[in-house]
Every structure is written in C-alpha cells, then in structure tokens.
C-alpha cells in the first residue's frame, strides 16, 4: 500500500518477508541480532553426553545446518547485513566470503539508567536476569545453582541469588527457595534489581551475539562475573572491566571476591560504566548504522 527506500529485517525471525521485499525491489539491511547457527553448535556441545539432554542436543546438531543454510542466503541477498559483534561478523562471513558486514553493537539509553532515586546494594545478593524461558539462560542459571552456588555459599553462607525474569521453565521455577535462591518470574522493571546487586553475574555456556544483560549491569555500575562466552562481543579486560571465569571453581570464587572486596567491586563498576559510555552509547553507535543505509541508497538504481 506505500513505498518504502528501504527495510531492516530485524533478526532471523523475519526472514521471510525478504521475498515480498525483493518483489517491490527494495533495498534491504539484514540485522542479524545473532550468529544463529553458532547459538545451536554451542547448545549441542554443551548438552552432548550430559544425562536427559541428549535429545536437545540431536535437536541442535539437526537445526545447525538448516540454520547456516538459511542465514547464507539471507546474507547474500540483503543489500547489507549487520552484526552485533566482530565475532557474529566473521561467523557470517565464513558463510558466505563475499560478504563485508557491518559491526553495529546492541547499544543502551545510558540516560535511562541514572535511576532517579539511589538503590541500596543488599549484601551478598547476587542477581542475574534474562527471559527465563530462552535455553541459553536456562542453562546458565541450572549450572550455576548446581555447580557454583554450592562452593559460593560455603564462603558466605548469608549470600542470595536472584533470577529475574518472565517465564521461568518449570526447572527453574524448583529452584526458589533453595539455599537461599528467588526466582522472581516477571518484573515491571529489572533495573532496581540489578542497582541491588552485590554482584551481577552471567554464567552462559551458550549462545551467541552480545548479551544486553551486561550492558544493563555494566550501566548501572555492577560489579560483574562472567563466563567468556557471556562476554563475548564485548571488550571486556579480566580485571579491569569484570572478572572472567569459565570452570565452577573459579567462578564461585572470583563472585566471592567481588562480595567480600568493596574497592575491586567498585573500581570495576566504574571502568565498566565508562566502557558503555564510551562505546555502546546510541549516540556512538547510531552513525555507524546510518553510513550504512547512506551507502546503500546512493548505490539504489
């Protein structure tokens, strides 16, 4: 019914509309929000060989293939693609070679996190949050209560752990109330929750893009742990911006650390604050997008 200079396709999801879109011969930018067939290699691997998750590794080992072929004719026929990270840019490019994505990050109002009233940190509150449905974060906080939490709470048996989020799995939902675990299920706002945190963690074995979890926490001057996967797409320098933990040992200890040492956790709630300023910003990241939609329509015939 109008006529339009171009369209973004927001994520795989929507691909496809990209039919309707070419038959209009309209310029197109894919968004890849995700390397999708990175996101299902990693689920098989983590769920390969552990007890009752062999099926959903099957799944994924299935899903995997279908997914690559799927995002390498996406790629080939936008007029431009854009990835979240450097990594999701070259997991696309190995599909299709010709292809010179653009990196355009997920970025944050940093305004909108100057909460307009200061929020207390609890001591030993530990807080995570995500859709508690999407299987990334299902298994992030299921290892973590069953492998880190234990050893976390044999050093500071006061700690809490608080997973925040709407449509918690009937698996997560077994875990409030034990040892010292809340499972909240929707919240009108996660932002109070995470200003509460001693400590903000992302524990993801899985998944892919960038998780905006972090730049929440890292927003609102959370001491963060994460796993490297958790990490990923950011540049984020162990010590300096999070600590940085992959085993359940050494992750239960560096959240430990954070508890117990208020000027590393502060020191890093800073560095990670003006990391999101400095980078993630809409301001910042906005042209980056624009040049290159500029690019395209003067390319438009």
């Known amino acids: 019914a109008e006529r339009f200079d171009g369209v973004q396709i927001e994520g795989l999801e929507l691909a496809d509309y990209r039919s309707v879109i070419r038959s209009r011969r309209i310029p197109f930018v894919y968004d890849a929000h995700n390397a999708e067939h990175v996101i299902q290699h990693r689920a098989a691997a ?11 590794a099957l799944y994924s080992s299935i899903q995997e293939p279908r997914l ?61 949050t995500g859709k508690m449905d999407y299987r990334p974060n299902v298994d992030a906080v299921l290892w973590f209560v069953n492998e880190v939490w234990p050893m976390i709470r044999a050093q500071a048996p006061d700690a809490t752990f608080w997973i925040v989020g709407q449509a918690p799995t009937p698996p997560v939902r077994a875990l409030d109330g034990r040892d010292g675990v809340h499972v909240t299920g929707a919240v009108a706002d996660t932002r109070p929750y995470i200003a509460g945190a001693r400590v903000y963690v992302a524990p993801l074995r899985m998944g892919g893009g960038t998780r905006f979890k972090l730049l929440e926490a890292l927003a609102l001057r959370r001491p963060v742990v994460s796993t490297r996967i958790g990490a990923e797409g950011f540049p984020l320098q162990n010590g300096r911006d999070a600590l940085l933990a992959d085993g359940p040992q050494s992750f239960a200890d560096s959240v430990c650390r954070l508890l117990q040492d208020t000027d590393l956790s502060d020191k890093l709630g800073a560095t990670g604050r003006a990391l999101v300023a400095a980078r993630y910003d809409w301001s910042v990241i906005v042209p980056t997008l624009e040049a290159l939609w500029a690019d395209i329509l003067a390319r438009k015939p």
């Open 46 to 56: 983590a769920d390969r060989g552990r007890p009752g998750r062999r099926l959903a």
């Open 68 to 128: 690559k072929a799927l995002e390498r004719a996406l790629c080939r026929e936008a007029s431009g693609v854009s990835a979240v990270s450097d990594e999701d840019a070259s997991a696309l490019k190995a599909l299709a070679p010709e292809l010179r994505p653009a990196v355009v990050p997920n970025g944050i109002d940093l305004s909108a996190y100057d909460l307009p009233a200061p929020v207390a940190t609890e001591p030993g509150r530990v807080v995570f």
